[in-house]
């Protein structure tokens, strides 16, 4: 079992900045990669970034540039910078833990971007 908790959301305004923090706990040693997933209110959610064990990391074509993830293995926490935020960003966002064959997340966080 792994147990994620989040932290950092919030209200911005435009153009500004939030850092999200993912906490996991449990049977860390099995995790393969962890990451940061948005749902906003009538979508589905979707991938923002991953980062995996080896600190590779992917995005999806729409924060490339603005968003940075990172971890830090003695804190067993991953980290979402957001930068230059737009008002389409505003969603829940939930972090991801894919370990053991199947996937955690955590209870997820709200952000909100005023335009």
């Known amino acids: 079992q792994v147990h994620l908790v989040e932290s950092g959301g919030g209200l911005v305004q435009a153009g500004g900045s939030l850092r999200l923090s993912c906490a996991a706990s449990?049977?860390?040693?099995?995790?393969?990669?962890m990451g940061w997933y948005r749902q906003a209110p009538g979508k589905q959610r979707e991938l923002v970034a991953r980062?995996?064990?080896?600190?590779?990391?992917i995005y999806t074509d729409f924060v490339k540039g603005r968003f940075t993830i990172s971890r830090d293995n003695a804190k067993n926490t991953v980290y979402l910078q957001m930068d230059s935020l737009k008002s389409e960003d505003t969603a829940a966002y939930y972090c991801?833990?894919?370990?053991?064959?199947?996937?955690?997340w955590g209870q997820g966080t709200q952000v909100t971007v005023s335009s």
């Open positions: 991801n833990a894919f370990a053991a064959y199947r996937d955690y």
């Open positions: 449990g049977s860390i040693f099995s995790i393969n990669y």
């Open positions: 980062i995996d064990s080896g600190g590779n990391t």
